[in-house]
């Protein structure tokens, strides 16, 4: 895997660096963007980058054009906007390949950049990582890590092994990368702990099933059959039972219906009598208070004719209210002295209209009580009717009652028997088919437990016999690579370390019988881990690993391993001289440091920045007073 050139599109034009020769050096101080432009590599590469703030604000989206495996491919992704997506255009080819994705999703369709870069490198995409507990997915990302040794992990770990989350992806991505295991392991590895998860959840429901079984107080499906068959015989008796009492009731039914009919209508007729007593009262209240009202015009007509005959006669000389004389007034012609009124006609008419009126006033009043007698009369009737149809409709109520009581009562107690021994009985083999259930899921845990271990112990066995394939290769680079490492460190001159090798199961540089991180930190540290990366690839150099890609990035050693160990970094650089000068293009090495021995610049590509000069040079730098460096953003 090479990396050929990184373009930053900016608004005021594109900035442009070109990577030539196996070792290209960065230098500049602290905050011209050293780091910036490795973490816009990673973005390129569909990597979860820590961007610069002058790159949010001033990069558009970042164009990066590399070598890998025997494809070249030219990735652009934006920095701005949408990022989610990464193009893909095929160098070789000339073409489009589309827009892919950075991250799969579960509904996702097609592939995503990682897997791309992955089979172009020739390693699985789909490849799983196991550990005692769960599997992951190792991705580029992983590969990546290998390759990039970022300034904030130079002096703490070896592609984060002090995450314990990623740690099984970097033994698995470090296996692959060397060869020490394949696609086939792999993929017995993860159907291994699949079946062992499902014979563990197997094991872990029959346990709960058998707690349950023992919940039922049932030792055995047999026991739990026999009691169900004894249950639906009680079933079947009790709705035979039922069904004899509903057969014999069917002799009697037909008198005790006449009855019931005779009964409703008696009802009836009550009812109806009811509502007509009730009507005839209502109407004999409305002829009553009519019979009073003429009475009483009877009486207002007999005292208006004695006060005429009384006062008709008298001349008034003083006003009867006031006691005012009224001799002086003059009233209107034909009107009366006191009242001003029209004077009234002739007595003679008055009396015939007065007789009239008594006339017709004692006729409607013998007429009115004619219809109160008749009233009271029906009122009286329907009483006595009323009495004899509800004498009628006990009797009748109390002839089905008798009917009945013979019949129906005796049977109410066998009713209820049989009908309780039913519901227990349906109740008791509704729970123990459940219980049945139960027994054969048991049966069936049981089997799945039994059938997951022989397949877990199948493929251990396959497994076994195919990792005994790689052992000898795995024996020999492992060697190799320890050695390696052993004289690296020497090489380097890194104090106080006796012995030096890198641990078969971890794949971690050890010092002294201890690991590398708990010997020491800071420039020491820094020494360790780079001393490691640079074995690794020269390993993989020597040894022909095809499957390794031979390209490592080094962020600012000689920052962590600070002044006081100059000779520390001067060596570090005369080693990447002599793996550049040995492998030349079969290599790439990219190093961003403060500075670097003059000899070593010369030979190689140097990259020199500085403020007036930045990373980013369409964009004016702030000065180094108000630089925010990544680790702090």
Same mark, same amino acid.
């Given at each position: 895997?090479?990396?050929?050139?990184?373009?930053?599109?900016?608004?005021?034009?594109?900035?442009?660096?070109?990577?030539?020769?196996?070792?290209?050096?960065?230098?500049?101080?602290?905050?011209?963007?050293?780091?910036?432009?490795?973490?816009?590599?990673?973005?390129?590469?569909?990597?979860?980058?820590?961007?610069?703030?002058?790159?949010?604000?001033?990069?558009?989206?970042?164009?990066?054009?590399?070598?890998?495996?025997?494809?070249?491919?030219?990735?652009?992704?934006?920095?701005?906007?949408?990022?989610?997506?990464?193009?893909?255009?095929?160098?070789?080819?000339?073409?489009?390949?589309?827009?892919?994705?950075?991250?799969?999703?579960?509904?996702?369709?097609?592939?995503?950049?990682?897997?791309?870069?992955?089979?172009?490198?020739?390693?699985?995409?789909?490849?799983?990582?196991?550990?005692?507990?769960?599997?992951?997915?190792?991705?580029?990302?992983?590969?990546?890590?290998?390759?990039?040794?970022?300034?904030?992990?130079?002096?703490?770990?070896?592609?984060?092994?002090?995450?314990?989350?990623?740690?099984?992806?970097?033994?698995?991505?470090?296996?692959?990368?060397?060869?020490?295991?394949?696609?086939?392991?792999?993929?017995?590895?993860?159907?291994?702990?699949?079946?062992?998860?499902?014979?563990?959840?197997?094991?872990?429901?029959?346990?709960?099933?058998?707690?349950?079984?023992?919940?039922?107080?049932?030792?055995?499906?047999?026991?739990?059959?026999?009691?169900?068959?004894?249950? $639906? !015989? =009680?079933?079947? @008796?009790? #709705?035979? &039972? *039922? +069904?004899?009492?509903?057969? %014999?009731?069917?002799?009697?039914?037909?008198?005790?219906?006449?009855?019931?009919?005779?009964?409703?209508?008696?009802?009836?007729?009550?009812?109806?009598?009811?509502?007509?007593?009730?009507?005839?009262?209502?109407?004999?209240?409305?002829?009553?208070?009519?019979?009073?009202?003429?009475?009483?015009?009877?009486?207002?007509?007999?005292?208006?004719?004695?006060?005429?005959?009384?006062?008709?006669?008298?001349?008034?000389?003083?006003?009867?209210?006031?006691?005012?004389?009224?001799?002086?007034?003059?009233?209107?012609?034909?009107?009366?002295?006191?009242?001003?009124?029209?004077?009234?006609?002739?007595?003679?008419?008055? $009396? !015939? =209209?007065?007789? @009239?009126? #008594?006339? &017709? *006033? +004692?006729?409607?009043?013998? %007429?009115?009580?004619?219809?109160?007698?008749?009233?009271?009369?029906?009122?009286?009737?329907?009483?006595?009717?009323?009495?004899?149809?509800?004498?009628?409709?006990?009797?009748?109520?109390?002839?089905?009652?008798?009917?009945?009581?013979?019949?129906?009562?005796?049977?109410?107690?066998?009713?209820?028997?049989?009908?309780?021994?039913?519901?227990?009985?349906?109740?008791?083999?509704?729970?123990?088919?459940?219980?049945?259930?139960?027994?054969?899921?048991?049966?069936?845990?049981?089997?799945?437990?039994?059938?997951?271990?022989?397949?877990?112990?199948?493929?251990?066995?396959?497994?076994?016999?195919?990792?005994?394939?790689?052992? =000898?290769?795995?024996?020999?680079?492992?060697?190799?690579?320890?050695?390696?490492?052993?004289?690296?460190?020497?090489?380097?001159?890194?104090?106080?370390?006796?012995?030096?090798?890198?641990?078969?199961?971890?794949?971690?540089?050890?010092?002294?019988?201890?690991?590398?991180?708990?010997?020491?930190?800071?420039?020491?540290?820094?020494?360790?881990?780079?001393?490691?990366?640079?074995?690794?690839?020269?390993?993989?150099?020597?040894?022909?690993?095809?499957?390794?890609?031979?390209?490592?990035?080094?962020?600012?050693?000689?920052?962590?391993?600070?002044?006081?160990?100059?000779?520390?970094?001067?060596?570090?650089?005369?080693?990447?001289?002599?793996?550049?000068?040995?492998?030349?293009?079969?290599?790439?090495?990219?190093?961003?440091?403060?500075?670097?021995?003059?000899?070593?610049?010369?030979?190689?590509?140097?990259?020199?920045?500085?403020?007036?000069?930045?990373?980013?040079?369409?964009?004016?730098?702030?000065?180094?007073?108000?630089?925010?460096?990544?680790?702090?953003?």
């Amino acid at each position: 895997m090479r990396l050929n050139a990184l373009t930053l599109h900016t608004a005021p034009g594109p900035v442009r660096y070109d990577f030539r020769g196996p070792l290209t050096v960065l230098t500049g101080p602290v905050g011209v963007g050293k780091s910036s432009l490795f973490e816009l590599m990673k973005h390129a590469l569909g990597g979860s980058a820590r961007v610069a703030p002058v790159a949010r604000d001033f990069v558009e989206f970042v164009e990066l054009e590399l070598d890998v495996g025997d494809e070249r491919y030219r990735l652009s992704r934006n920095v701005q906007g949408d990022s989610s997506r990464v193009g893909v255009f095929d160098m070789k080819e000339r073409r489009e390949v589309g827009l892919l994705p950075v991250a799969a999703r579960p509904d996702a369709e097609g592939t995503t950049v990682g897997a791309l870069l992955l089979r172009a490198l020739g390693l699985p995409d789909d490849t799983h990582t196991t550990s005692a507990k769960r599997t992951a997915r190792v991705t580029f990302n992983n590969v990546w890590s290998f390759l990039y040794v970022e300034q904030r992990e130079i002096d703490r770990s070896i592609a984060r092994n002090n995450d314990s989350w990623s740690e099984p992806a970097r033994k698995t991505t470090f296996e692959l990368l060397f060869g020490l295991t394949n696609r086939e392991v792999l993929r017995l590895r993860k159907s291994q702990l699949d079946w062992e998860q499902r014979r563990e959840e197997a094991a872990r429901e029959e346990r709960a099933v058998i707690k349950f079984l023992e919940d039922s107080k049932t030792r055995s499906r047999a026991e739990a059959a026999a009691l169900a068959a004894e249950n $639906e !015989r =009680r079933i079947v @008796d009790a #709705r035979r &039972r *039922l +069904a004899g009492i509903m057969e %014999e009731s069917e002799s009697v039914r037909g008198e005790v219906g006449v009855l019931r009919t005779l009964v409703l209508h008696a009802r009836r007729e009550q009812s109806l009598l009811a509502e007509a007593h009730g009507a005839t009262q209502l109407e004999l209240g409305e002829r009553r208070h009519l019979l009073r009202s003429l009475e009483t015009r009877s009486e207002e007509l007999g005292r208006g004719e004695a006060a005429a005959s009384l006062l008709g006669p008298i001349d008034f000389v003083v006003c009867p209210r006031c006691s005012q004389s009224v001799k002086e007034r003059r009233p209107p012609t034909g009107a009366c002295v006191l009242c001003l009124q029209p004077e009234p006609e002739p007595t003679g008419l008055l $009396e !015939r =209209r007065a007789a @009239d009126d #008594r006339e &017709r *006033l +004692a006729s409607q009043l013998a %007429e009115a009580r004619v219809l109160v007698q008749s009233a009271e009369a029906d009122l009286a009737e329907y009483a006595e009717r009323i009495e004899v149809a509800q004498a009628n409709l006990s009797n009748l109520e109390s002839a089905l009652d008798e009917q009945t009581k013979s019949f129906v009562s005796p049977r109410l107690a066998a009713v209820a028997e049989a009908s309780v021994e039913l519901a227990r009985a349906e109740t008791t083999v509704g729970s123990l088919e459940q219980v049945l259930r139960q027994w054969d899921r048991a049966a069936d845990l049981q089997r799945a437990t039994v059938a997951a271990g022989e397949e877990v112990g199948r493929l251990i066995e396959v497994r076994q016999w195919e990792e005994d394939k790689l052992a =000898r290769t795995r024996e020999r680079l492992l060697a190799v690579l320890s050695e390696n490492y052993d004289e690296m460190v020497r090489a380097l001159g890194i104090p106080s370390v006796q012995e030096a090798y890198i641990d078969v199961r971890n794949y971690l540089p050890y010092v002294n019988g201890d690991r590398f991180d708990r010997i020491s930190t800071g420039g020491i540290m820094t020494s360790l881990v780079t001393a490691y990366w640079l074995a690794v690839v020269a390993t993989a150099l020597r040894e022909g690993v095809e499957t390794y890609p031979t390209l490592l990035i080094v962020d600012t050693p000689r920052k962590s391993i600070g002044a006081q160990n100059a000779d520390l970094a001067d060596e570090l650089y005369r080693q990447l001289d002599i793996l550049a000068g040995v492998y030349g293009d079969r290599m790439q090495v990219i190093v961003a440091d403060n500075d670097i021995p003059r000899d070593i610049s010369k030979r190689w590509q140097e990259m020199r920045f500085d403020y007036p000069s930045p990373t980013v040079p369409t964009v004016a730098h702030p000065g180094p007073s108000r630089v925010k460096p990544i680790d702090q953003d």
